[in-house]
């Protein structure tokens, strides 16, 4: 029986798919009524038949639909709901959104519109922590649209360097530079695809660090002030500079690293005061120096590995948050125990540079057993919707040790069968096999050092490269939107 605080009865899921059904799963196991959003093309999908109610946004794209926050809020209103989560992606860090949701008198279920809005901004995040002593990679404190003052600059930085736009992420304005000769050539892209991808043009730049791996700390924090982190996720394996493969914890963290890397991430949502479940990110260097890279101020696609090596529900955690209740553990309370892995398993096609592939799922056989779990939104014969981010499931193993994790891991992609569309699941089968991987040896360059799409069976029909070529054209415009 869960304590007897301001009492959310009905909360609204503004978001679709698999962290739909996921949060869905753990609202009803708190005897909490659900309502579920969609779109036309998602009339049919499991998170709509899963919930007690549901409405209609409207037509499939997402700026028709997902993306119409009054109308979401005045759906709310009209079904007596207490609670929006937003899950991730769509509107999750709007800080417009959030605070049109308090206003309106319904809990948001995340963090203020302030956090939201300080965190969202790469320079404004640098500039909020920097009273914390928190690790930064050199770089400049502002944006820069002076090209000649930023040649300057880049050039005391020292090459390589690099430009990263200051709105957004998901690789989107972001140019390494090697040499003074190209930066301007550089420093106009990255401008453009930032104007072009977030409506904002601001750019900074930093110093390039060549071999990173990327460490994130999820963390959780209260309305009365406390906050704890849950350890890392090692997030290094990307493509596109999207995340395919993450693991908990990472392989390479020392108990005294993990330690005060846990502080700077805990003083990260100190600096914003932060509620609810949020991650701090860090790139760390071949010398295991750690530098703040940004917050994500929502739950993370790949929060399921911090849950299984906790026992900690993230979900049930932020409703409780959201209700006004302490949180019932410390620091000193929380263990890692066993690893955790999690495959993104994307519609795409790895062999044709991991381009979005569209079509039925013709057949779809989930893997079952002890530690595996997976996170979808899909069931056998439901079509693949070209609108929205390609992710159909997150396919996440549990073991004693990390061998055990992998080798759970390698038995459960056999399992899963899916036909009619090309996944991202051969290329885990890949990476789980290949001995940078298993020995821990690997960065953020994995994908462009070790792989290449001969590896990997070749069964392409002219029809599945065109039907790409398309997918392709949409899902590029949206990548950002989602977890990174």
Same mark, same amino acid.
């Given at each position: 029986m869960w304590p007897n605080f301001w009492l959310m009865k009905k909360v609204l899921v503004a978001?679709?798919?698999?962290?739909?059904?996921?949060?869905?799963?753990?609202?009803?196991?708190?005897?909490?009524?659900?309502?579920?959003?969609?779109?036309?093309? =998602?009339?049919?999908?499991?998170?709509?038949?899963?919930?007690?109610?549901?409405?209609? $946004?409207?037509?499939?794209?997402?700026?028709?639909?997902?993306?119409?926050?009054?109308?979401?809020?005045?759906?709310?209103?009209?079904?007596?709901?207490?609670?929006?989560?937003?899950?991730?992606?769509? +509107?999750?860090?709007? &800080? =417009?959104?959030?605070?049109?949701? #308090?206003?309106?008198?319904?809990? #948001? @279920? *995340?963090?203020?519109? +302030?956090?939201?809005?300080?965190m969202g901004?790469?320079?404004? &995040?640098?500039?909020?922590?920097?009273?914390?002593? @928190?690790?930064?990679?050199?770089?400049?404190?502002?944006? @820069? =649209?002076? @090209?000649?003052?930023?040649?300057?600059?880049?050039q005391e930085i020292g090459f390589p360097i690099l430009i990263k736009a200051s709105a957004g992420g998901g690789g989107k304005g972001m140019r390494i530079v090697e040499s003074a000769d190209v930066f301007e050539e550089q420093m106009k892209l990255a401008v453009s695809e930032a104007v072009s991808a977030f409506g904002n043009g601001a750019v900074f730049i930093e110093k390039y660090i060549a071999s990173p791996r990327?460490?994130?700390?999820?963390? +959780?924090?209260?309305?009365? *002030?406390?906050?704890?982190? !849950? #350890?890392?996720?090692?997030?290094?394996?990307?493509?596109?500079?999207?995340?395919?493969?993450?693991e908990a914890p990472?392989?390479? $963290?020392?108990?005294?690293?993990?330690?005060?890397?846990? !502080?700077?991430?805990?003083?990260?949502? $100190?600096?914003?005061?932060?509620?609810?479940?949020?991650?701090?990110?860090?790139? !760390?260097?071949?010398?295991?120096?750690?530098? #703040?890279?940004?917050?994500?101020?929502? !739950?993370?696609?790949?929060?399921?590995?911090?849950e299984m090596i906790t026992g900690v529900d993230l979900v049930k955690q932020q409703i409780l948050v959201a209700r006004g209740e302490k949180l019932s553990f410390n620091q000193d309370d929380l263990k890692i125990s066993g690893h955790a892995l999690e495959v993104r398993v994307y519609a795409e096609d790895a062999k044709n540079n991991f381009l979005p592939d569209i079509g039925v799922l013709s057949s779809y056989k989930r893997p079952v057993g002890i530690g595996v779990r997976v996170d979808d939104g899909f069931e056998e014969g439901m079509e693949i919707p070209i609108y929205y981010d390609p992710m159909i499931s997150k396919l996440i193993t549990y073991g004693k040790d990390r061998s055990e994790s992998i080798e759970i891991m390698k038995r459960a992609i056999s399992d899963y069968q899916i036909a009619g569309i090309q996944t991202t699941l051969e290329f885990g089968a890949f990476v789980m096999g290949h001995e940078s991987f298993i020995s821990g040896n690997f960065d953020t360059h994995f994908v462009k050092k070790y792989f290449d799409p001969s590896f990997l069976k070749s069964d392409n029909s002219n029809e599945q490269m065109i039907a790409a070529w398309y997918a392709a054209r949409f899902f590029n415009e949206k990548e950002a939107d989602f977890d990174r």
């Amino acid at each position: 029986m869960w304590p007897n605080f301001w009492l959310m009865k009905k909360v609204l899921v503004a978001n679709r798919g698999e962290i739909a059904l996921r949060i869905m799963r753990s609202l009803k196991e708190m005897g909490i009524q659900t309502v579920a959003v969609y779109s036309e093309a =998602d009339r049919m999908a499991p998170h709509v038949l899963y919930a007690d109610e549901a409405v209609c $946004l409207g037509p499939a794209p997402s700026n028709q639909s997902y993306l119409l926050g009054d109308k979401i809020i005045s759906v709310c209103k009209d079904l007596g709901v207490d609670g929006i989560h937003p899950g991730y992606g769509f +509107l999750s860090e709007n &800080a =417009d959104f959030a605070k049109s949701v #308090f206003e309106s008198g319904i809990e #948001f @279920i *995340g963090p203020s519109p +302030l956090a939201i809005e300080l965190m969202g901004d790469k320079l404004t &995040a640098k500039d909020t922590v920097k009273g914390y002593d @928190i690790p930064m990679v050199p770089g400049t404190d502002s944006a @820069i =649209d002076d @090209i000649e003052v930023a040649k300057s600059l880049a050039q005391e930085i020292g090459f390589p360097i690099l430009i990263k736009a200051s709105a957004g992420g998901g690789g989107k304005g972001m140019r390494i530079v090697e040499s003074a000769d190209v930066f301007e050539e550089q420093m106009k892209l990255a401008v453009s695809e930032a104007v072009s991808a977030f409506g904002n043009g601001a750019v900074f730049i930093e110093k390039y660090i060549a071999s990173p791996r990327h460490i994130e700390i999820q963390v +959780l924090a209260d309305k009365h *002030g406390n906050v704890v982190h !849950l #350890f890392e996720r090692e997030c290094s394996i990307q493509r596109r500079h999207q995340k395919v493969i993450e693991e908990a914890p990472s392989s390479v $963290l020392t108990d005294e690293l993990r330690a005060e890397m846990g !502080l700077c991430a805990v003083n990260v949502a $100190l600096s914003c005061n932060y509620v609810g479940a949020g991650t701090v990110e860090f790139l !760390l260097d071949e010398n295991m120096n750690f530098y #703040f890279l940004e917050m994500n101020t929502r !739950l993370q696609v790949e929060h399921p590995v911090t849950e299984m090596i906790t026992g900690v529900d993230l979900v049930k955690q932020q409703i409780l948050v959201a209700r006004g209740e302490k949180l019932s553990f410390n620091q000193d309370d929380l263990k890692i125990s066993g690893h955790a892995l999690e495959v993104r398993v994307y519609a795409e096609d790895a062999k044709n540079n991991f381009l979005p592939d569209i079509g039925v799922l013709s057949s779809y056989k989930r893997p079952v057993g002890i530690g595996v779990r997976v996170d979808d939104g899909f069931e056998e014969g439901m079509e693949i919707p070209i609108y929205y981010d390609p992710m159909i499931s997150k396919l996440i193993t549990y073991g004693k040790d990390r061998s055990e994790s992998i080798e759970i891991m390698k038995r459960a992609i056999s399992d899963y069968q899916i036909a009619g569309i090309q996944t991202t699941l051969e290329f885990g089968a890949f990476v789980m096999g290949h001995e940078s991987f298993i020995s821990g040896n690997f960065d953020t360059h994995f994908v462009k050092k070790y792989f290449d799409p001969s590896f990997l069976k070749s069964d392409n029909s002219n029809e599945q490269m065109i039907a790409a070529w398309y997918a392709a054209r949409f899902f590029n415009e949206k990548e950002a939107d989602f977890d990174r």
